[in-house]
């Protein structure tokens, strides 16, 4: 049997680390996104959690599991987008410094997000590669911890506690769906979801302007993420080291949706259920709306989770 970066003791370690500094997010249903989809939908709302997105389940996961003596010397990461935010407020919430790497392009709103939160903010070229030789030297400058927006093992077992939670609210379900970028989200709650009820069926949610990982699991081998193409701009990292193989292995499929369906789908939850779902937090219900899944047989109930709900009001995305 494989060994994958985390199992679901790990997730429920991380579940009871985590409780009480996180929100248990509630779980929402809408009559018409049901009528739209032929079946039941419940809505795991992690557009409500602190600072917006799922990610803060997984920096404070990986913020508290720190000895005492490692975080004195502070986090690290690099990130421009809701990893930035949530390992800054994690780590403020324990008292510790957080360096965190931004590219020279991030938009101002995004740096005054972090700073607010209390992370210090170094800018760097907008490419991985500097991101990265960054966020090395300030480790070996501080003494800090690196932790990753997404290929960490305490980053994926806190993720995969928004599945366990679902699961405890509608333990009935047929299916899971879960957007998918780096992949922590995904892989977490594919293997809470496998251990909880091991027949569950999980699938991810992508845009197809940023389709590697359904690439990589159509052909069983994996494929970088290249000049992508969405407003789904919390999904265009590739998937990781550690998030691949589980992926590979535990997810049935990952379905792709176009702009026109992402924008659709957002307007909908937007209109209807009156929640602001950012477009990568809607590829979900946008996959379920989809005639692709439609087409599946023997799924009745069907858990999605709104990744996120960071948005900028100045525009409308339709």
Same mark, same amino acid.
């Given at each position: ?5 985390? #199992? ?20 929402? +249903? ?35 599991? =720190? ?83 997404? #290929?960490?093992? #305490? ?11 679902? =699961? ?21 709650? +594919? ?19 940023? #389709? ?29 080291? =550690? ?45 379920? =709306? ?29």
């Amino acid at each position: 049997m494989p060994t994958y970066a985390c #199992d679901l003791a790990a997730i429920r370690e991380a579940a009871e680390r985590i409780r009480g500094i996180a929100h248990r997010t509630p779980v929402m +249903t809408c009559d018409t996104l049901n009528r739209l989809a032929g079946r039941r939908l419940f809505f795991k709302c992690e557009n409500l959690q602190k600072v917006g997105a799922f990610k803060y389940r997984g920096a404070t996961n990986a913020v508290r599991k =720190l000895t005492d003596a490692e975080a004195a010397l502070g986090v690290v990461t690099h990130s421009s987008g809701n990893h930035a935010q949530a390992l800054a407020l994690a780590a403020r919430e324990r008292g510790i410094p957080a360096y965190i790497v931004m590219p020279k392009t991030a938009p101002l709103v995004k740096k005054a997000a972090v700073e607010g939160y209390g992370g210090k903010v170094t800018q760097c070229e907008p490419n991985l590669a500097d991101r990265e030789e960054t966020a090395n030297e300030l480790v070996a400058k501080t003494g800090a911890t690196l932790i990753p927006p997404f #290929d960490h093992v #305490d980053v994926i077992a806190g993720q995969g506690t928004a599945a366990l939670e679902l =699961l405890e609210d509608v333990p009935d379900l047929d299916a899971i769906i879960t957007p998918v970028g780096g992949g922590g989200l995904l892989a977490g709650c +594919t293997i809470a979801a496998h251990g909880v009820k091991p027949g569950i069926r999980v699938f991810g949610a992508e845009p197809l302007g940023a #389709d590697d990982a359904a690439r990589s699991k159509a052909g069983g081998v994996w494929v970088p993420q290249t000049a992508p193409n969405t407003i789904a701009d919390g999904l265009l990292t590739s998937t990781g080291a =550690l998030t691949w193989p589980i992926i590979r292995d535990k997810v049935e499929c990952v379905f792709t949706v176009t702009e026109d369906e992402i924008r659709a789908a957002m307007r909908l939850v937007w209109e209807r259920m009156k929640l602001i779902v950012e477009p990568s937090g809607v590829v979900g219900a946008a996959v379920a =709306l989809g005639t692709a899944f439609k087409a599946l047989a023997g799924v009745e109930k069907v858990g999605i989770v709104f990744s996120g709900g960071n948005v900028s009001l100045d525009k409308l995305y339709w």
